[in-house]
């Protein structure tokens, strides 16, 4: 009678995984489809994969596709020493209408604290969102990087160098330059943006206050207020190994009024506002959601926080706005939420035919920054 035992116990193992990755998936939309969960299940390649040698075949042949690619990179860690999976690299139609490439923006992507670098691709529909974007702009849009900003699917580095990794030294200082030299891509700040969902949009915030030099740009798609595993004396002890030092070197309030007054910086927080959308308060060169909290949409916070944060930054030269629309803290909503950035990120790092639009809330930008030099230069 021992075999049937045995039986089940193997069959149970198998069936509590299944069970634990349905429970991930009602809870933060993970995959939202039959199809994107067999394809992640058999490790299919996503959407418009192509390898390498097909990129450079294409490259060369001159003719733009009607839809964008991605093609898989291996990228070294010599900067960061941090260990990390295959990335993937999304290039616009517009990238293969002409050999060399125009030199196009690029946009960091990073995911949730359990992701793979696809993950904005299976259920964050970027890449949809960009060649649809395209579709209207001549075959322009964004390159757009989807890094690994974690190194393993559950180790939650919030993108800090710490015990976890040094991961931010890996989207600085190894992924930024490897684009830059191999997909020929703007090298300037103002054509490199980043955007994150929740970790990714704590990460977005982050990058880009620490790192003014080498982004102008983030959109922060319920993002936390600073990087978080738990309470403050929990992340400081599981990130940074009890140091505090090292922990406020990572805070976004801490950075912003340890920097000073920022120039040509701009960002974009959206959060889910349960079943309405939210009127917007503009506040000098900042714009703030006037709702009140809303726990279930937002179960850590992160309305409140991004409130604080706009407020903060448009205080030290920062425009900002928070864009508030119906959803949850899910991927669904980091789709709706990135599809509704992208026309002004597209803009304000200087895409072709994109128009630049003013943030939501806000009057449009005084029109001095090289917004108009980017677009020349990717002509």
Known sequence: ???????????????????????????????????????????????????????????????????????????????????????????????????PAPRLPAVLMIGSALNTPADWIWAGHATQAADDFAAGHGGYAPVLVFADATGAFNNDTECVNGRRGNAADHLVK???????SNFRVGDDRSQWGVAGWSMGGTCALDLTVMHPETFSAFVDIAGDASPNTGDQKHTIATLFGGDEAAWS??????????????????????IPGGMKHR??????????????????????????????????????????AVSAQPGRHDWPFAAQAFDAALPWLAGRLGVPQAARIPLPGLTPEPSTSVASSVRAAGS
Request: net charge neutral; aromatic share 8%; glycine share 10%.
């Open 249 to 270: 070197r990572f805070d976004p309030a801490t950075v912003i009024n340890h920097h000073g007054r920022y120039g040509s910086l701009a960002g974009w927080f959206d």
């Open 279 to 320: 009127l917007l308060t503009a506040a000098g060169i900042g714009s703030v959601s006037d709702g009140p909290h809303d726990g279930i949409a937002n179960p850590e916070g992160q309305d409140i926080a991004a409130n604080a944060l706009c407020g903060l930054a448009s205080a030290h030269g920062i425009r900002c």
């Open 1 to 99: 009678m021992r075999w049937w035992r045995r039986s089940l116990t193997v069959l149970a193992i198998p069936l509590c995984v299944i069970c634990a990755g349905l429970s991930i998936n009602v809870w933060i939309g993970y995959l939202p489809t039959v199809h994107s969960a067999w394809a992640r299940l058999v490790l299919a390649p996503v959407p418009g994969e192509v390898d390498r040698g097909t990129v450079l075949a294409m490259q060369i042949a001159g003719v733009q596709p009607p839809s964008g690619v991605v093609t898989p990179v291996t990228i070294p860690a010599d900067a960061s020493g941090f260990r990390h999976r295959t990335e993937l690299v999304y290039l616009p139609p517009a990238w293969f209408g002409r050999n």
């Open 174 to 180: 190894d992924v930024v330059p490897y684009v830059t």
